[in-house]
């Protein structure tokens, strides 16, 4: 983690005006239209917030699908979060950091934001097809200090073909499973993969 590095964040009275969760919320445009207001996501210094509950860092976790089959991938040793190295995942994606022409308070900051997204998944992946993009449900884990400071935003972009290659080291062992092969695999998921594994016909049809 960069000392002075940026981070996306919304203050968590936020998602608890609204309701706060536990594990999977589809009620998706009533928390995104909260979310998404001009002027209440903001930029803070990650060292700030990753151990204060009142804020929740904004994590895209972008699941991409053809054919009925989900790209997976191993979470190498040079992974930046040395607590998930080894495990498998569904989702790619990280931080939202700042960049240039940004407007934290255009009315179309949402735009902004998935434009975002698409720079932080071609960081670590190189997509090679077109796809959609739809946000399926927000994701939360109170049960540990880490889930506490993080709010996941799951997208799920449907491929017109699985071409995907890895752009980051980290990323190993990369296959588009059938949720069955998934399924079988989940003792090796990470949290977040395994909720959303547990849940990927609802996924589908949200």
């Not at 983690?1 to 536990?22: C, H, S, Y």
């Not at 054919?67 to 990280?94: D, F, H, P, Q």
């Not at 296959?175 to 695999?185: G, K, N, S, V």
Request: proline content about 4%; aromatic content about 8%; charged content about 25%.
């Amino acid at each position: 983690m960069a000392q002075d590095e940026q981070v996306l964040v919304v203050e968590r009275k936020v998602i608890e005006k609204l309701g706060i969760f536990n594990g999977l919320q589809f009620d998706v445009e009533r928390y995104r239209r909260a979310i998404f207001v001009p002027g209440v996501p903001r930029f803070l210094p990650r060292a700030q917030v990753e151990q204060d509950p009142s804020y929740k860092q904004l994590i895209p976790y972008v699941i991409m699908s053809h054919n009925g089959k989900y790209l997976s991938y191993v979470r190498g040793k040079r992974a930046g979060e040395t607590r998930l190295v080894g495990l498998r995942s569904i989702g790619i994606g990280g931080h939202i950091n700042p960049f240039d022409n940004m407007p934290l308070f255009d009315a179309d900051f949402y735009e902004t934001y998935l434009t975002a997204v698409e720079r932080e998944v071609a960081e670590e992946v190189a997509v090679e097809t077109t796809h959609t993009n739809e946000i399926v449900a927000l994701l939360n884990d109170e049960s540990n200090e880490v889930g506490s400071v993080h709010l996941g935003i799951v997208h799920h972009w449907i491929l017109d073909a699985p071409a995907v290659t890895h752009r980051e080291q980290m990323i190993t062992q990369m296959a588009f499973l059938t949720p069955a092969e998934l399924r079988d695999l989940k003792e090796t998921l990470e949290t977040w993969s395994a909720l959303c594994v547990d849940h990927l016909l609802k996924l589908e049809n949200s």
